[in-house]
Nanobody
Framework: VQLVESGGGLVQPGGSLRLSCAASGFTFSSYDMSWYRQAPGKERELVAAISRAGGRTKYADSVKGRFSISRDNAKNTVYLQMNSLKPEDTAVYYC???????????WGQGTQVTVSS
């Protein structure tokens, strides 16, 4: 399993970013996929999840209405569109398989998102 996250960066409050996660080493379309984040000094938390075919999604209350998860099974890629970013969204963002818990024991390097003026 290989998960490669990208698209992070420094953005001002209210700004937007689109994260991507390129997956390989498993049958991507057979897995629900999810985004997690970990802020300094905090535990990793589930941010959003999407079902195998993309028909169902769910979000943490803290990002509902601002973030949108999507996937392209032809490209083995899952995305996280983040709008109206807040300083509290600052974290390293990771993707993994699964709907409620992480399916894969190995994690990618993550992508840093920093929201600051």
């Amino acid at each position: 399993v290989q998960l490669v996250e990208s698209g992070g960066g420094l953005v001002q409050p209210g700004g937007s970013l689109r994260l991507s996660c390129a997956a390989s080493g498993f049958t991507f379309s057979s897995y629900d996929m999810s985004w997690y984040r970990q802020a300094p000094g905090k535990e990793r938390e589930l941010v959003a999840a999407i079902s195998r075919a993309g028909g169902r999604t769910k979000y943490a209350d803290s990002v509902k209405g601002r973030f949108s998860i999507s996937r392209d099974n032809a490209k083995n890629t899952v995305y996280l569109q983040m709008n109206s970013l807040k300083p509290e969204d600052t974290a390293v963002y990771y993707c993994n398989g699964g709907w409620r818990i992480a399916e894969f024991g190995s994690w990618g390097q993550g992508t840093q998102v920093t929201v600051s003026s």
